[in-house]
């Protein structure tokens, strides 16, 4: 072969793959802003959730990444690890709001209704609920509260002070791990969108507010064992659960979304 056959070859080989490279780079950076696109597409859900039969539900053909929680699957969306991540709708906004190149697309896998649940018997205290998130939209209060805890930029604001009764005590059953909903803040206080009504629910009821935080799985159980009288965070409303519980009215609708890199 002569010299020049070589530097052709060689210049050949260069471009083809540079052409090879930069078709990649080109399908890693793909720009996804709708849900179709993501047919096909890798997934991030956290371990022990239903999240990925859900997203099957929609996409039967998507892959899947496994992570401890859902915060880890969206910094591996930002890291170009995976396309996308899902999960509970306000939780990723949560997310995205505090992560910079991360949004939350705007159509959803599944809508779902979230509300408090209380004992089958308890409905006095279901109507007290209910008659508190009406107040709530009807004069207006409700969409500020929502945008304090969930702006679309930046940390949530500081949880407002609400001063409860004193005939007796409503004890409130959480799981402060569903930011915004429920969550510890920098001064190892629960707070959040669940705490804030649960609030009001117990000054309407001239009661004392008591947060009791447990694992998400224990708050049914401890209700109906009595040990709470209320429970929330980011409940889903759905027909197998309404049978052992009393669900109020939902006070929010969201359902599982997808984070993708902005």
């Known amino acids: 072969m002569t010299k020049s056959w070589r530097i052709m070859l060689l210049i ?4 083809l793959m540079t052409v090879m490279l930069v078709g990649c780079d080109t399908q890693q950076k793909e720009k996804i802003t709708e849900l179709n696109q993501l047919s096909g597409k890798e997934f991030g859900v ?9 997203v099957q539900s929609k996409f ?9 929680s859902v915060l880890d699957a969206a910094i591996a969306v930002k890291q170009g690890k995976i396309d996308a991540a899902a999960y509970d709708e306000p939780i990723l906004k949560n997310i995205a709001a505090k992560n910079p190149g991360l949004q939350v697309l705007p159509e959803m896998l599944t809508h779902d209704d979230y509300g408090f649940a209380v004992r089958l018997e308890d409905v006095a205290l279901k109507n007290a609920i209910d008659s508190v998130v009406k107040d709530l939209k009807e004069n207006g209060d409700y969409d500020l509260m929502i945008n304090r805890w969930l702006p679309e930029e930046g940390q949530p604001k500081l949880m407002p002070k609400i001063e409860t009764g004193s005939n007796g005590v409503l004890r409130f059953g959480t799981s402060a791990i569903t930011e915004p909903f429920s969550f510890v803040d920098e001064s190892q206080k629960v707070v959040g969108i ?3 009504i649960a609030s009001l629910v117990a000054k309407k009821l001239n009661k004392k507010i008591e947060i009791v935080n447990m694992e998400f799985g224990s708050m049914i159980p401890a209700l109906a064992a009595g040990k709470v009288d209320m429970i929330g965070a980011c409940i889903t409303i759905t027909a197998d659960r309404a049978k052992k519980v009393l669900f109020s009215a939902p006070y929010y609708t969201g359902g599982i979304a997808a984070i993708v890199k902005k």
């Open 194 to 196: 669940d705490i804030e």
């Open 46 to 54: 956290p371990t022990g959730s239903v999240a990925d039969k859900l």
């Open 12 to 15: 050949g080989t260069t471009f």
């Open 60 to 68: 039967a053909d998507a892959k899947f990444q496994y992570y401890n």
